[in-house]
């Protein structure tokens, strides 16, 4: 009796090794997946098109404010901006 209690709780705490590694490896892969499809074809896409998401390069101003341009839109137009 005291074997089948040893053997069982074995058992289970090997399947739940077992069950944390193949999560492990599947979360894993399942990301890498997505990172490679979603970021990896977003800068492909962005390389050919030309954009560029970040100002990486320096600039010669002296600052870097960037110009809001509130007064281009007439009024009404900043009410339902949310």
Request: glycine residues 12%.
């Amino acid at each position: 009796m005291i074997n089948a209690k040893r053997f069982f709780a074995g058992m289970g705490s090997g399947m739940k090794s077992f069950g944390m590694l193949i999560s492990a490896i599947i979360n894993s892969s399942l990301l890498l997946i997505v990172y490679l499809v979603g970021v990896g074809i977003t800068s492909i896409i962005a390389k050919l098109v030309g954009k560029r998401f970040l100002d990486t390069k320096p600039s010669a101003k002296g600052s870097y404010w960037s110009p809001l341009g509130l007064k281009t839109r007439p009024l009404k137009g900043h009410y339902r901006q949310f």
